[in-house]
């Protein structure tokens, strides 16, 4: 079945801890993103790569850093300087056309 | 930049009444415009999309035209059902060949029995 993947569905992050969101994708597109949902402001894009090996900061992208070894795979890491990282995430992918699938997402809360 | 604009929500509406939800977008080019949904605690769906002028896009009853003249694309449905009930995000991509979108807020519908 074709789709995206991301895993957990939802994490817990204590003050202090850096963790990694799973991205998983066999749609065979080339280009993948990262967005931040909190409530009343849509969606806000963090980073996104238009093929493996490159990435670019998307509009929030402060206190995340992202990997793109496999053109199947775009973990997210949310990082410790990440302040306020409280927030559902999706990810989303592109092919030929220019309608993005997403994910079902993950929400994080910060204990 | 581009940018996109919609009606704040929540729209609360009974099941059957006719539905509007306004979108306006500012933008260079021509870019393609779409309307995603969300239903709670899940992704974002693409309902329907128009990638130029006059175009109409429709699914599952939801209907948008892209109106160049007044840079809008409203979603409109006849007749909701509760069904319906769910966060709708207007959406357009750049014209610069790359698909980077830029979304609105999003307007929450209610519909009731």
């Known amino acids: 079945d074709g789709g995206i993947t991301q895993s957990p569905k939802y994490l817990f992050r204590k003050e202090g801890q850096n963790v990694t969101l799973s991205c998983e994708q066999n749609l065979n597109h080339d280009a993948m993103y990262w967005y931040r949902q909190d409530p009343g402001q849509g969606l806000r894009l963090i980073y996104y790569s238009q093929i493996v090996n490159d990435f670019q900061k998307g509009d929030i992208a402060e206190g995340y850093s992202v990997s793109r070894e496999k053109k199947e795979s775009f973990p997210l890491t949310v990082t410790s300087a990440q302040k306020n990282p409280t927030a559902f995430y999706l990810c989303?992918?592109?092919?030929?056309?220019?309608?993005?699938?997403f994910g079902p997402g993950t929400r994080l809360t910060v204990l | 930049g581009n940018s996109v604009t919609q009606m704040e929500g929540p729209v609360t509406l009974s099941e059957e009444a006719f539905l509007t939800i306004n979108c306006t977008y500012t933008a260079t080019g021509y870019p393609s415009l779409f309307w995603y949904v969300q239903y709670p605690g899940e992704g974002l769906q693409l309902l329907l999309k128009a990638t130029k002028a006059d175009d109409k896009g429709s699914n599952k009853g939801f209907e948008a035209t892209y109106r160049k003249e007044t840079t809008s694309f409203h979603l409109e449905k006849g007749s909701v059902q509760v069904s319906d009930s769910a966060v709708y995000f207007c959406?357009?991509?750049?014209?610069?060949?790359?698909?980077?979108?830029?979304f609105g807020t999003g307007t929450r519908l209610l519909v009731s029995p």
């Open positions: 959406a357009l991509s750049g014209a610069n060949g790359f698909q980077k979108l830029v």
């Open positions: 989303a992918t592109t092919g030929q056309g220019d309608e993005q699938f």
